[in-house]
Each structure stands twice: as structure tokens, then as C-alpha cells.
T-cell receptor
Framework: QKEVEQNSGPLSVPEGAIASLNCTYSDRVSQSFFWYRQYSGKSPELIMSIYSNGDKEDGRFTAQLNKASQYVSLLIRDSQPSDSATYLCACWRGYQKVTFGIGTKLQVIP | DVKVTQSSRYLVKRTGEKVFLECVQDMDHENMFWYRQDPGLGLRLIYFSYDVKMKEKGDIPEGYSVSREKKERFSLILESASTNQTSMYLC????????????????FGPGTRLTVL
């Protein structure tokens, strides 16, 4: 079982819709969770961090964490073509161990 | 804002050459990391450093070495480049790793796309 699992996609959503990106993790000691956006040919950019159960909102982005289910998600409201990118989920479980998922490719269709 | 810079965006080297990739961060971060990213494999940690002159192996250290002589600079060395080291190399830094929360947010440089012929 991979430490951090994401569906590689592509996930296609129409412009203006809500995009829902999901991630599960295997290690219950994971404490901090991050979402990165990576445009093709570019490096990952941190867009959201979440540390406790529940929702955290930042503009059009909402991160959701459920530690009991070992599940973290990212919702993008009013999706725009400029949101088309690969989204990486990452988990920190102590010391140096930040583990990245393989990423989900999102396509927003105009 | 955190700024992480890498010495080259694109690099072409020949098999057997010694290759140096350099990374500099300007936010006084304790930790620095080197990853490689390949299609279908995601980000894989090569080495990291939590202090000057300190280093620890990541998941795929074979064929690589690192150097951290100053806090802001972390170098990745390919002692004898091979074609299977053709990849995107990403440097990152974070404030600290022994604490929870934002201390572990990693900030990435622009990456170096290395091709070994």
C-alpha cells in the first residue's frame, strides 16, 4: 500500500463547477497535510496546509481533513481553466518524512 | 516570500561526467531537500539536510552525494552521471522538521531538467 494515494486522473470538470480532489494516507501518525499545485514543466507550489480535522477555506480553495478515515481532500469552487494543473497531496508524519502522492491531473474545460 | 533558486533550468551532460546542481534559499530555513521527479513515479527524496554539514539519505540516495557548507546553500552531486539519472531535479526548503504545522511547509525551487546522454 502506498503511503499517500491519489487517483492520477485526469479529472475533467466544466468551467465554473466544483473540482474535488481526494487523497488517502496509510500512516495514522501523519500530522500535517499539504496541497501543492504543479503546472506542466514547473515546480510544485504550496496552496493549502491543514493540520486539524475539519475544513479550512482560502478563497476558492477548501481543504478537508478526516483523520479517523485517513482522508484529505481539496475542493476548488468556480473552477477556471487556469486551475488546470496537477495537484499533489503531501503528508508529514514526523522528523523529515514528508511523503508526496503521485498527483491528480485536473482539466477545467471552458 | 520564500525564494529558492537553482543554478540551472536545463542541463545536458554526458555519461560519466561529474555534475553539480546548486540550490540557494533566502529565508534562513533549517532544512533543505533534493528530490527527483519522474513521470508515473512522483517526487522521490534523494537527500536532505537539517543543518550545516549535516545530511541524511532519503529514499533513493544511490549515485548521489550532497554538500551543505553554508545554511543557505545545498548542493547535489552526481559523481558519475548515468542515463538513468535523466530527470527533473527539485530543491526545497522548510523552516524546521521537528515541529508540527507550518514549520514543515516545503517551498520548491524552479527545478533543473537534467538530460544525460
Amino acid at each position: 500500500q502506498k503511503e499517500v494515494e491519489q487517483n492520477s486522473g485526469p479529472l475533467s470538470v466544466p468551467e465554473g463547477a466544483i473540482a474535488s480532489l481526494n487523497c488517502t494516507y496509510s500512516d495514522r501518525v501523519s500530522q500535517s497535510f499539504f496541497w501543492y499545485r504543479q503546472y506542466s514543466g514547473k515546480s510544485p507550489e504550496l496552496i493549502m496546509s491543514i493540520y486539524s480535522n475539519g475544513d479550512k477555506e482560502d478563497g476558492r480553495f477548501t481543504a478537508q481533513l478526516n483523520k479517523a478515515s485517513q482522508y484529505v481532500s481539496l475542493l476548488i469552487r468556480d473552477s477556471q481553466p487556469s486551475d488546470s494543473a496537477t495537484y499533489l497531496c503531501a503528508c508529514w508524519r514526523g522528523y523529515q518524512k514528508v511523503t508526496f502522492g503521485i498527483g491528480t491531473k485536473l482539466q477545467v474545460i471552458p | 516570500d520564500v525564494k529558492v533558486t537553482q543554478s540551472s533550468r536545463y542541463l545536458v551532460k554526458r555519461t560519466g561526467e561529474k555534475v553539480f546542481l546548486e540550490c540557494v534559499q533566502d529565508m534562513d530555513h533549517e532544512n533543505m531537500f533534493w528530490y527527483r521527479q519522474d513521470p508515473g513515479l512522483g517526487l522521490r527524496l534523494i537527500y536532505f539536510s537539517y543543518d550545516v554539514k549535516m545530511k541524511e539519505k532519503g529514499d533513493i540516495p544511490e549515485g548521489y552525494s550532497v554538500s551543505r557548507e553554508k545554511k543557505e546553500r545545498f548542493s547535489l552531486i552526481l559523481e558519475s552521471a548515468s542515463t538513468n539519472q535523466t530527470s527533473m531535479y527539485l530543491c526545497a526548503s522548510s523552516l524546521a522538521t521537528r515541529r508540527t504545522g507550518a514549520y514543515n511547509e516545503q517551498f520548491f525551487g524552479p527545478g533543473t531538467r537534467l538530460t544525460v546522454l
